[in-house]
């Protein structure tokens, strides 16, 4: 198709292009200013990128690149009804001619170009670009074969159902599939890599055109094992992986020979291709079900993922040195990263409260809770491993994966080598071998207690090294056998041996001068308080006082870790916070941050999520506080509805509001109410009740995290000063329904979880007077029984659902009673795994008066129910008279002969904990 571009509005736009790469704010934003008039005011805008991508050779190549990318961004925005049909025909038309372009940034943008084209498109909508690029792959012009494997590769990679479809009755796929099984054959290694990336992302279950190439692909694999290229090979290793995953059967009867290529592989050169060898023991190790068939690689892998785990000369670079003392070094603005606040009402678990009769079940979309799942151990387990996936964070994956499947097998093999590599001069083995002992700590915690009495001494010795790195990864691995560390508080002379020295050790490291080891002593500090809990309380003190001492040390990034560390001491010691010797060494030091930071600082932000565990802590000890924490959260959600309903109306004169403000703000509403109790009347008496004006703004606002916040504070009111919300009951109610949805988003699960734990707390406020909730009855249960019914909803809500309705049911069980069988399995099954607690107490008694209103509703559904009464482990007297009374009852009301028969399939350990407990 011809276009003629205007030569004025070219010059203009091309002029307006080139000041895109000005590094002046100032011509930045003059220049998108200028972009979005051209978008707005000029017809076939698109038509003009295009020409100016592919035809303007003679223009510098990053504008027309700039070009590419505007058009590649604009062609996947709605169009405008005039021009831009024009103009996206003239794009079709011409942007294939750019894979020739001998430029291969051009190149390449022209690939994204053609990649939203199609993304665009219905599939098999734009048949002639998807032939030309199918003929170009074997184009004489090497420029254009380049280009067209790199289009092809960008499709696969981001719309790969776009070239596996039906076309004219044929499918484009099978050809391609031959196509690139062909060129991994070809002279130039470019071209190899191509084809082997573009075959790896159709590796999928159901790609047709892949399975009946399977034993040609992996023959080709074969071949390009020994590739002089070491991007062939880690294609290579990397589509062996994947091929693991999906096609076991093809790979497993050649695991010898493919064994033996991944270890020496694993030991090459290349770190790339060293990465993608150790990738495959990561994947093979985190399959159950071949377990059996990497148990003979053990001897040769353990070693190899330990090797893998010394430190790279480009690690050590990408950490920049390893300098004693950088405390005093500014902190990067990209090294402090991004944090989601916002408090969410789950239920704790227990890994088994009562013998198993089935297994729990679990939701399809449920997350691995894994330590190691690869963003967690990226970024939270051990920092000094952030940045790129790596060969040394890979192989420590691995090896926890392969000790966690094969415990004290993987510890015999590793032991060994431990030992020369602990004990070793050169302090980058040292540090790779501390780094392990944390790896393999979930795993082989059986096989290690008997070494730890000599283990741990040297850590805490380890603490002492004069390298940083050394000094960091011991936190991290002394964080990892917390759970033993605490155990010997009680044992012998446990504390003095191990308990107290870790403690003072890591206090040491929160107050040293790296900022590294500062940031890995907070974090694993945190973790000892964690498991630690009340344990604590007799070091109170030299805590507080090393916690404080940080203050004055830290930067911006570990403010934020000491933020964390502070808070998870409050919540693991409560109550003994709020002694006054206590609070007069932690609170002065919060109070100077919290004056010294304006309203809109973003480092606010942490210390009011801080001040949100210790408000709750100290309990009312930290009344004298709580009036200006009060009034200036009330300032912060005032301010900053203000400036979201300023933004909503005019986007362009205003930045988008930080919600994170808002919720926060709200958390420390809820710390304070939890922490003062009825106290909190006065505060909101005092302000006017503004409290709940801003409470409900929030609970009507579009961001998810901030109606979250908000109904957490609406619940902790209920509990703590129910009378201040009771008169606004019938116009709450509705709103928090409202929020209760039966299929949410993953962004709306929080928000639903609030919503329905706030509805429970609210009912438990009308025990006296039942009548004024039924109402709201009825449209709870009709959004609560779905989500509890439904295999697909996350865990967390299916419990608060559970929770809920049992509490409904102590209030009002005649409304709910006569619909119990449809839902008793579900409720049962939802809270076997909870904690015992006071929420799941007041759940169960419900449930029992809904039984008692409605015996017949459990009486299919009763091996369920029995199976969730042997789970408790501590239930309230009245809970377990309510236990007593039902049992008894149903096996009188059924007779011995009818019981005999009904429990005969029963699984012994739940026959055996009835009979203990209550003699049924």
């Given at each position: 198709m011809s276009f003629q571009p205007s030569e004025q509005a070219l010059q203009e736009l091309i002029v307006t292009l080139r000041g895109s790469t000005n590094p002046s704010s100032d011509v930045q934003r003059q220049t998108q200013e200028r972009l979005e008039q051209f978008s707005s005011h000029l017809p076939g805008y698109l038509a003009y990128l295009a020409h100016i991508l592919i035809q303007c050779s003679n223009e510098d190549d990053t504008t027309r690149s700039v070009?590419?990318?505007?058009?590649?961004?604009?062609?996947?925005?709605?169009?405008?009804?005039?021009?831009?049909?024009?103009?996206?025909?003239?794009?079709?038309?011409?942007?294939?001619?750019?894979?020739?372009?001998?430029?291969?940034?051009?190149?390449?943008?022209?690939?994204?170009?053609?990649?939203n084209i199609m993304a665009r498109e219905e599939d098999g909508a734009w048949p002639e670009g998807l032939e030309a690029l199918m003929k170009a792959v074997d184009s004489a012009d090497p420029n254009e074969q380049e280009g067209a494997f790199n289009s092809l590769q960008k499709l696969a990679e981001d719309c790969s159902k776009k070239v596996d479809c039906e076309i004219n009755g044929q499918r484009p796929l099978n050809y391609l599939v031959e196509r690139f099984l062909a060129h991994t054959e070809h002279q130039n290694p470019r071209i190899r890599v191509y084809a082997l990336t573009c075959l790896k992302h159709y590796y999928q279950p159901g790609v047709q055109a892949i399975m009946v190439q399977i034993d040609n692909i992996i023959a080709a694999l074969f071949r390009r094992a020994s590739d002089a290229s070491p991007d062939v090979r880690a294609a290579v290793c990397q589509s062996l992986s994947i091929l693991l995953n999906i096609r076991p059967d093809k790979i497993l009867p050649q695991m010898s020979n493919v064994a033996e290529y991944m270890i020496y592989s694993a030991q090459d050169q290349d770190e790339s291709v060293a990465l993608e060898a150790s990738e495959f023991w990561l994947t093979f190790g985190e399959d159950p079900s071949m377990v059996d068939q990497l148990r003979p690689f053990l001897p040769q892998v353990g070693p190899l993922l330990l090797n893998g785990m010394v430190y790279s000369q480009s690690d050590l670079d990408w950490?920049?040195?390893?300098?004693?003392?950088?405390?005093?070094?500014?902190d990067k603005a990209e090294d402090i990263k991004p944090r989601f606040y916002g408090k969410t009402h789950n239920q704790e678990h227990v890994e088994s409260s009562g013998p198993k009769a089935v297994p729990a079940p679990k939701a399809e979309d449920e997350d691995d809770d894994s330590d190691y799942a690869d963003d967690d151990y990226d970024e939270d387990d051990e920092d000094d491993l952030q940045g790129e996936w790596n060969l040394r964070k890979c192989s420590a994956a691995a090896l926890d994966i392969m000790a966690v499947s094969f415990g004290d097998e993987m510890l015999t093999v590793l032991l060994p080598h431990l030992r020369d590599k602990l004990f070793s001069t050169d302090w980058l083995q040292k540090e790779s071998s501390i780094l392990a002992l944390g790896a393999i700590a979930e795993g082989?915690?059986?096989?290690?207690?008997?070494?730890?009495?000599?283990?741990?001494?040297?850590?805490?010795?380890?603490?002492?090294?004069?390298?940083?790195?050394?000094?960091?990864?011991?936190?991290?691995?002394?964080?990892?056998?917390?759970?033993?560390?605490?155990?010997?508080?009680?044992?012998?002379?446990?504390r003095d041996a191990y308990f107290v020295p870790v403690l003072e050790g890591l206090l040491r490291m929160i107050l040293d001068p790296n900022k590294r080891v500062q940031e890995a002593g907070c974090s694993?500090?945190?973790?000892?308080?964690?498991?630690?809990?009340?344990?604590?309380?007799?070091?109170?003190?030299?805590?507080?006082?090393?916690?404080?001492?940080?203050?004055?040390?830290?930067?911006?990034?570990?403010?934020?870790?000491?933020?964390?560390?502070?808070?998870?001491?409050?919540?693991?010691?409560?109550?003994?916070?709020?002694?006054?010797?206590?609070?007069?060494?932690?609170?002065?030091?919060?109070?100077?941050?919290?004056l010294s930071l304006s309203n809109d600082d973003i480092a606010l932000v942490p210390l009011l999520e801080c001040l949100s565990s210790v408000a709750i802590g100290a309990g009312t000890s930290f009344a004298p506080y709580a009036p200006g924490i009060f009034e200036r959260c009330l300032q912060i959600i005032h301010k900053e509805l203000q400036v979201f309903q300023a933004w909503t109306q005019n986007p362009d004169g205003y930045e988008e509001p930080d919600s994170s403000f808002v919720v926060v703000a709200l958390d420390l509403l809820s710390g304070l109410c939890q922490g003062l109790g009825l106290n909190i009347v006065e505060l909101v008496n005092n302000s006017g009740n503004s409290i709940l004006q801003l409470m409900s703004s929030c609970l009507h606002h579009p961001e998810d995290s901030i109606r979250q916040s908000a109904l957490a504070l609406l619940g902790d009111i209920a509990i703590a000063a129910f009378p201040l919300v009771h008169p606004h009951i019938a116009e709450i109610m509705p709103i928090v329904i409202e929020q209760i949805l039966t299929?949410?988003?993953?962004?709306?699960?929080?928000?639903?979880?609030?919503?329905t734990w706030a509805v429970g707390e609210i009912a438990l406020q009308f025990a006296q007077d039942a009548t004024q909730f039924e109402p709201f009855v009825a449209p709870v249960m009709d959004r609560l029984v779905p989500i509890l019914c439904n295999s697909r909803s996350p865990r967390s809500l299916s419990e608060n659902a559970a929770v809920t309705i049992g509490r409904m049911g102590l209030i009002s069980p005649a409304p709910i009673a006569p619909h119990l069988a449809h839902f008793a399995k579900a409720w049962c099954t939802a809270l076997w795994e909870i904690k015992d607690n006071d929420e799941k107490d007041s759940a169960f008694r419900g449930f029992c008066m809904l039984i008692q209103a409605n015996p017949a509703g459990i009486q299919e559904d009763f091996f369920w129910f029995c199976n969730a009464v042997v789970?408790?482990?501590?239930?309230?007297?009245e809970l377990d008279d309510m236990f007593r009374k039902i049992l008894g009852g149903f096996k009188q009301m059924m007779g011995d002969a009818t019981w005999t028969q009904m429990i005969a399939g029963w699984p012994p350990a739940l026959l055996q904990r009835l009979n203990e407990k209550y003699g049924v």
């Open positions: 070009a590419g990318l505007i058009l590649k961004n604009a062609i996947v925005r709605p169009f405008a009804p005039e021009g831009e049909v024009v103009g996206m025909d003239y794009v079709k038309s011409i942007v294939l001619q750019g894979m020739r372009d001998p430029n291969q940034t051009v190149r390449q943008t022209v690939g994204t170009v053609i990649v950490l920049g040195g390893d300098e004693e003392e950088d405390e005093n070094v500014p082989c915690m059986d096989g290690l207690v008997p070494h730890l009495p000599t283990l741990l001494p040297f850590l805490i010795g380890a603490l002492s090294d004069p390298k940083p790195l050394v000094r960091s990864i011991t936190c991290w691995t002394i964080g990892r056998y917390s759970s033993w560390i605490v155990e010997q508080v009680d044992s012998g002379n446990g694993a500090f945190a973790t000892l308080e964690e498991e630690a809990g009340t344990a604590l309380e007799p070091y109170m003190q030299p805590i507080l006082q090393s916690l404080v001492a940080a203050f004055h040390k830290y930067q911006q990034r570990n403010l934020l870790i000491l933020y964390d560390a502070i808070g998870t001491l409050a919540d693991s010691v409560g109550p003994a916070l709020s002694k006054e010797e206590h609070l007069q060494v932690l609170i002065p030091p919060l109070m100077q941050k919290w299929d949410p988003s993953d962004t709306q699960v929080s928000v639903c979880n609030n919503a789970k408790w482990q501590t239930p309230s007297v």
